[in-house]
């Protein structure tokens, strides 16, 4: 098996699909590994470290799909409708490519690429059972997302986390609000209790309260009907417009009281749902932050414009986009650690071996023989399983 490693070309994207490290693991399993020139480079990978360690380095991107029978990809087609739509005329039928193809958000893209003949498994469909943690690299990311992202709300708070016994008199601790409680969620508040600020924490899953709880964090209690909150996958789920109102309402005084506001609430495949509102935000202290990690799906706040920091009567509201890809090396190397378990798992004898039987490969598979594959996708463009064929 020869795999083919493409340099990202998503605007401002900085990671990369194997760093060096990963080479000998895929050497001993028989694997080659052809990579784009200056694929590693902005994580820190220089083509030389590649080499080193077993790696080739081709003469061009189209030598890279041209030659290998398996792409590996930060951003496919999908996940990046800016530039990746030239890559759909390298794929090629009886090839496969792995990656990130945001296709709850973009399915329509996903039937252009299963056109192409190859074969399409998504990262970010890994289903969350224990035997695939291992390769969940929406997880990865989202533990960057939740670290960072207290980072770049520290940075611009005009005041310091930890309290502070001082000669010049005693500095309160910062008051710091996480707004949902998912893998970014835990890990915003062990950061902030690290950087010494009083944590509490909201989520519409009462089950999380136990793990805020063992993070040293108080959990934020609001006399809602959440029975239904939570999907199989563990994921949130989208509640309708009137529980949202009633959320917003009872967490103002919350958000009035907090220096820093870190949002992360999203659901696969859906706008993300405003939790705070002008009217929450105007009632925040001048120089108080708020950090909207779902800014990439339209933000949690009302104000909230990806991409951009606002300031709304003294409050900063930062929208950042690909919040992994501010922190690349180890970024990284989170990712292609969880992809190359994906690839080993499906790697048997020199081939994949798509086993539909197998949850992983049956919950990642969106498209394969021309046609799309994915039940949630097919049910997106409006067919189903049955009129394409496809008996999985």
Do not use: W
Request: glycine share 10%; charged share 20%.
């Amino acid at each position: 098996m020869l795999v083919g490693v493409p340099k990202e070309t998503f605007p401002g994207e900085r990671r990369v699909a194997v760093v060096p490290a990963a080479l000998p693991r895929y050497e001993k399993a028989g694997i080659e590994v052809l990579i784009e020139p200056g694929a590693g480079e902005a994580s820190g990978h220089a083509d030389a470290e590649y080499e080193a360690k077993g790696g080739k380095v081709a003469g061009s991107r189209t030598a890279v799909f041209a030659d290998a029978n398996t792409i590996l990809q930060v951003r496919c087609y999908g996940s990046n409708m800016e530039t990746g739509r030239a890559d759909l005329e390298l794929v090629r039928a009886g090839q496969a490519v792995i990656g990130f193809f945001d296709p709850l958000s973009e399915p329509a893209a996903i039937e252009e690429f299963a056109a192409t003949g190859a074969t399409a498994l998504s990262m970010e469909m890994m289903p969350r059972i224990t035997r695939a943690q291992s390769m969940d690299a929406l997880s990865s990311m989202a533990t960057i997302a939740g670290y960072k992202a207290v980072l770049l709300g520290a940075c611009r708070l005009p005041k310091m986390f930890p309290m502070l016994m001082t000669a010049a008199g005693t500095i309160a601790p910062a008051k710091v609000l996480i707004i949902g409680v998912g893998v970014a969620g835990l890990q915003a508040i062990a950061t902030a209790k690290r950087l010494g600020a009083i944590v509490t924490a909201y989520d519409i899953r009462p089950a999380v309260k136990e793990q805020v709880q063992s993070l040293g964090a108080k959990f934020l209690e609001l006399d809602l009907e959440t029975a239904a909150a939570e999907d199989q996958g563990g994921y949130a789920k989208a509640q309708g417009e009137e529980f949202y109102r009633r959320q917003r309402e009872m967490m103002s005084a919350a958000v009035a009281e907090s220096d820093v506001v870190i949002t992360t609430a999203a659901v696969p495949g859906k706008k993300a749902p405003i939790l705070v509102t002008t009217e929450m935000v105007s009632g925040m202290a001048a120089g108080s932050v708020i950090v909207d990690i779902a800014a990439e799906r339209g933000g949690n706040c009302e104000l909230t414009k990806p991409g951009t920091d606002v300031d709304a009567g003294g409050v900063t509201i930062l929208g950042p986009l690909n919040i992994p890809s501010r922190v690349p090396t180890h970024a990284s190397q989170m990712y292609a650690r969880n992809i190359q378990t994906f690839l080993l798992h499906l790697a048997k004898e020199g081939k994949l071996n798509l086993d539909t039987t197998d949850e992983v490969v049956s919950g990642t598979l969106l498209a394969r023989d021309g046609s799309v594959v994915h039940p949630r996708v097919l049910e997106l463009l409006g067919k189903s399983a049955e009129s394409t064929g496809d008996n999985q």
